[in-house]
């Protein structure tokens, strides 16, 4: 939900699923602007959900788990059996992690992993079952952790030109970074071959 600005309810459960965020990440996600977001921060700290701390060189926001209300926002968000009528509808982990990553668009693997109490295993097979049921899709950047995204009516992600540009640009970089190593290395050679010191110069290209 990066494009757009979460309303407050997310806000706050965006805290509680990560446990911990940085002020500035919380804004980016949010969209909200830092006035805005010391002000809730405030509120919710008055009411105990949430606890603003500072450090040297950044300020975060944590999840209160202590405190009663803090309690029963955690419970409203964990898998639990859903009573409507005289039937009794079980909300299963899976199916609480299709909610949440319909909710806040994409969510890293390892976040809800900890916010689930399971394994990161046990999330990925998750994840999979829904990623082939075209429900979310499961990307693996080239680097850092695997993310849920959300999918459009469509089934495609909402995310899918920034996947696409992303893994170019880190593809082209790549190139370069290669590019640059060969010509490093035939350079390298040529400068043995005219000193003609190939064996001491073994180590120091390998």
């Not at 689930?116 to 049921?133: P, R, V």
């Amino acid at each position: 939900m990066d494009s757009k600005k979460l309303g407050e309810e997310d806000v706050i459960d965006w805290v509680v699923i990560n446990g911990v965020v940085s002020e500035r990440c919380l804004s980016k996600k949010s969209g909200w602007d830092k006035k805005e977001l010391s002000e809730l921060i405030k509120k919710q700290e008055k009411e105990g959900v949430l606890i603003s701390e500072k450090s040297f060189l950044r300020k975060n926001v944590l999840f209160n788990p202590n405190s009663e209300k803090g309690k029963k926002r955690l419970m409203s968000l964990m898998p639990s059996v859903v009573v409507e009528g005289k039937e009794k509808k079980f909300k299963t982990a899976l199916d609480q992690m299709k909610y949440l990553v319909d909710r806040f668009e994409k969510i890293e693997m390892s976040t809800l992993a900890h916010f689930l109490e399971s394994d990161k295993t046990l999330i990925e097979s998750w994840a999979k079952i829904l990623h082939q049921q075209n429900m979310i899709t499961l990307y693996y950047p080239l680097a850092g952790d695997a993310v849920l995204m959300r999918n459009d009516e469509s089934g495609n992600p909402i995310n899918s030109t920034l996947i696409k540009y992303v893994t170019f640009t880190i593809i082209v970089l790549g190139l370069i970074i290669w590019r640059q190593q060969v010509n490093s290395a035939i350079n390298e050679i040529v400068y043995v071959i005219e000193r003609g010191d190939i064996i001491n110069s073994i180590g120091r290209m390998f």
